[in-house]
Structures are given as structure tokens and as C-alpha cells.
T-cell receptor
Framework: ELKVEQNPLFLSMQEGKNYTIYCNYS?????LYWYRQDPGKSLESLFV?????AVKQEGRLMASLDTKARLSTLHITAAVHDLSATYFC?????????????FGQGTILTVHP | DGGITQSPKYLFRKEGQNVTLSCEQN?????MYWYRQDPGQGLRLIYY???????QKGDIAEGYSVSREKKESFPLTVTSAQKNPTAFYLC???????????FGAGTRLSVL
């Protein structure tokens, strides 16, 4: 059974600081997704990582994937208040279960002035 | 506007009652999914459908049922057998050949 674990689960940051959210998963997969969720809202796709060594960047967020270590990171650079949200990673189970995602627990990010 | 529409936004269920959550998409997507989200947790897959007239159980299908009679519609029924239905329910869809699932705005279900 695929397990996906994020850490930290809660992250309180000051504006302007950098930090990294980690996403570990337990079985082989080469498709990993990062989503953002604002309180009470739906999920917004941030990044799709499809191969070992993939790196994607959008604004102050950068995501990477190491399939050998079964690890993805979401790096936040010079945080701003607008980045406050819950961030989820999700791993595609692949094979005959292609398209079935297993989600991490989510990381609640709060950015303070 | 293309997108995924879930209704209602809020729903209340009485003891022993079945309720149906609607999910409609006009994106011409092939696959559709239902997830449940409990407070402070990630999403868990309830049911999914890759094509019309076919669907499979996800990880927590007990107490739920679905149908896929039309490509654009994937309603979820929460039956009386689901003893703890209070949660946020999200519908998603994906087109064949794409890796991204797009999500609706969700339905928040509570028990009276």
C-alpha cells in the first residue's frame, strides 16, 4: 500500500524567509503532484513532476522530485503572506492504477509579517 | 466557462437518509473522481470512473454509491450505511493523456 507523508504538518514562517516542505512516499512512482488549498476552498494544481530529477518553478515556489529517494520537496523562497495556505503532495499509483492519487496529510503554511 | 460544478455547496443529512451530491463537468474529460476530506487530513479516494458506464471503488467506498451514465456527470450518493458522513467532498476530472486532475469547489456535508 502506498503511503505518502509530508513534513512538517504545520509551518509558521516570517515574511522574507526560506523554507522547504518534504514529501516522502513508500513505493515506486514517477508521477508526483503538488496542490494548494485555501481555507474552505478547492484544490489548485501547482506542479506536475514526471521524472527523476524534475524541477519546476513558479514565482517563489520550486518543486523537485527524486524518485530514487522517493522524495519530493517544495521550496519556498522569500515567503509572502499570500502564500499562506495548505499544500498537498499527491503520488500517482501508476500501472493499472494510473490516475489514482494518494495524498499526503497536507502542510498548513502560515506566513507572518 | 469550462469547469467542474459541484452542488449543493452545503448539504445536511438526517439520520437514515440517502443524499446525492452532484458533479458536472463541461471539460470533455474522460475520467472523474470523488474524494473525501476530513479536517486536517489529506484527500481519500471514494470512487472513480475512467469511461462512461464504468466505475471502480477507491479506498473508502463503503457506504457510498455512484453512477456514470453520461460523460459529463458523476453523482455520488451517500447512503445511510455511511455512519460518519460529515466531511468535505471533492469531485475531480482528468482528460485521457493528461496527468493533472482538476477539482470542483466541493460540497460540505453535515449530519443533523
Amino acid at each position: 500500500e502506498l503511503k505518502v507523508e509530508q513534513n512538517p504538518l504545520f509551518l509558521s514562517m516570517q515574511e522574507g524567509k526560506n523554507y522547504t516542505i518534504y514529501c516522502n512516499y513508500s513505493t515506486t512512482s514517477d508521477r508526483l503532484y503538488w496542490y494548494r488549498q485555501d481555507p474552505g476552498k478547492s484544490l489548485e494544481s501547482l506542479f506536475v513532476l514526471l521524472s527523476n530529477g524534475a524541477v519546476k518553478q513558479e514565482g517563489r515556489l520550486m518543486a523537485s522530485l527524486d524518485t530514487k529517494a522517493r522524495l519530493s520537496t517544495l521550496h519556498i523562497t522569500a515567503a509572502v503572506h499570500d502564500l499562506s495556505a495548505t499544500y498537498f503532495c499527491a503520488v500517482d499509483r501508476g500501472g493499472t492504477s494510473y490516475g489514482k492519487l494518494t495524498f499526503g496529510q497536507g502542510t498548513i503554511l502560515t506566513v507572518h509579517p | 466557462d469550462g469547469g467542474i460544478t459541484q452542488s449543493p455547496k452545503y448539504l445536511f443529512r438526517k439520520e437514515g437518509q440517502n443524499v446525492t451530491l452532484s458533479c458536472e463537468q463541461n471539460l470533455n474529460h474522460d475520467a472523474m473522481y470523488w474524494y473525501r476530506q476530513d479536517p486536517g487530513q489529506g484527500l481519500r479516494l471514494i470512487y472513480y470512473s475512467q469511461i462512461v458506464n464504468d466505475f471502480q471503488k477507491g479506498d473508502i467506498a463503503e457506504g457510498y454509491s455512484v453512477s456514470r451514465e453520461k460523460k459529463e456527470s458523476f453523482p455520488l450518493t451517500v447512503t445511510s450505511a455511511q455512519k460518519n458522513p460529515t466531511a468535505f467532498y471533492l469531485c475531480a476530472s482528468r482528460t485521457r493523456g493528461s496527468n493533472i486532475q482538476y477539482f470542483g469547489a466541493g460540497t460540505r456535508l453535515s449530519v443533523l
